[in-house]
């Protein structure tokens, strides 16, 4: 071999080299290769936020990298899903949201600050949560009778509070006074956990907050719980009944949690959070918290995710309108 074909086989097996080790380094990296956030849109000790910190945690274990729970409260969750909303869609900014961000807000607002049917990419739902009616311990009520009776003796001063406009406990507490005929006066928090914080001061009667952010408060006594609002009663405060029983035939709402992440994002990155998603909450450990704090573990598809989303946004809505419910 003479001098210049042997420089020739050099350079060529350089700039093969070369040529992999640049194709190896444009590849992405597998997913996750950092850490992950997932923005909570209410302020800490809500139910979404209960359930986001537990998931977080099961997801940060599976993918060895952290899984940063976000709380950007505001506008009835708004705020939160806009950040995420407008996120890069990459995958590393994570959104849970609830009924209320997701399937009310659009029917409530008129005017939202992204397109709610655009704006996002499903994920698979996490729970149903069921809703629990807490009152201040110091109240004289012992059941849900008490409370409507009270309530029709003086309309409009027993107040209800709420974790924001158009959320499930504000939307259970109008339903609520549609079938009992009580009238009671809204009062709109930032999120479950101040809503909470204020009925056990005593500024606030009533407050329909989750079995799965309630259930430690009525157990300890901070808070009196007299009925569910879910069609059966809940695992979680078993003794407690459901409005249904207590005489108000076919009452049944509550609400959920799920996953969503920026429009735009991967199908491929969306399709792993998914599977992910869904293997941690069929992990037994996983399965007992959620069910022994109030909360039924719902794993869904993004398909099937994005179908509920849709169909509750129609049941809702009918509700807002047939009530003429405003977001003020």
Do not use: C
């Amino acid at each position: 071999m003479t001098i210049g074909l042997r420089s020739s086989v050099i350079l060529f097996s350089s700039l093969t080299v070369l040529s992999a080790l640049t194709a190896q380094a444009q590849s992405p990296a597998p997913y996750p290769s950092r850490p992950v956030t997932v923005v909570v849109p209410f302020p800490p000790g809500g139910g979404t936020d209960v359930g986001a910190r537990l998931v977080a945690q099961k997801l940060s274990l599976k993918w060895g990298q952290p899984v940063i729970v976000e709380n950007r409260g505001g506008a009835a969750g708004r705020v939160g899903a806009e950040l995420v909303a407008k996120a890069k869609p990459d995958g590393y900014t994570l959104l849970v949201g609830n009924v209320g961000t997701q399937s009310v807000n659009p029917a409530l607002y008129k005017k939202m600050p992204y397109d709610p049917d655009k704006a996002f990419a499903p994920i698979g739902m996490i729970a149903e949560l069921p809703l629990v009616m807490l009152v201040t311990p110091s109240l004289p009520w012992k059941n849900v009778k008490d409370v409507v009776d009270s309530a029709k003796k003086e309309p409009g001063k027993i107040t209800f509070a709420s974790s924001g406009a158009g959320g499930a406990p504000h939307l259970a507490g109008e339903i609520f006074q549609q079938a009992s005929g009580a009238k009671m006066l809204h009062v709109a928090y930032k999120g479950g956990g101040p809503a909470a914080l204020d009925l056990m001061a005593g500024h606030v009667n009533i407050y329909f907050g989750t079995v799965l952010e309630s259930v430690g408060h009525v157990k300890s006594g901070k808070l009196k719980g007299l009925g569910v609002t879910s069609a059966s009663r809940s695992p979680a405060l078993p003794e407690l009944p459901t409005i249904a029983e207590s005489g108000y035939a076919g009452f049944d709402t509550g609400s959920w949690i799920g996953m969503l992440a920026p429009a735009g994002t991967p199908t491929a990155i969306v399709e792993k959070i998914s599977a992910d998603l869904r293997e941690v909450l069929a992990l037994p450990d996983t399965q007992k918290t959620l069910i022994t704090q109030g909360a039924t573990p719902w794993p869904m598809t993004p398909e099937q995710f994005s179908a509920r989303i849709k169909s509750d946004r129609q049941r809702y809505g009918r509700i807002i309108e047939e009530n003429n419910l405003s977001a003020e």
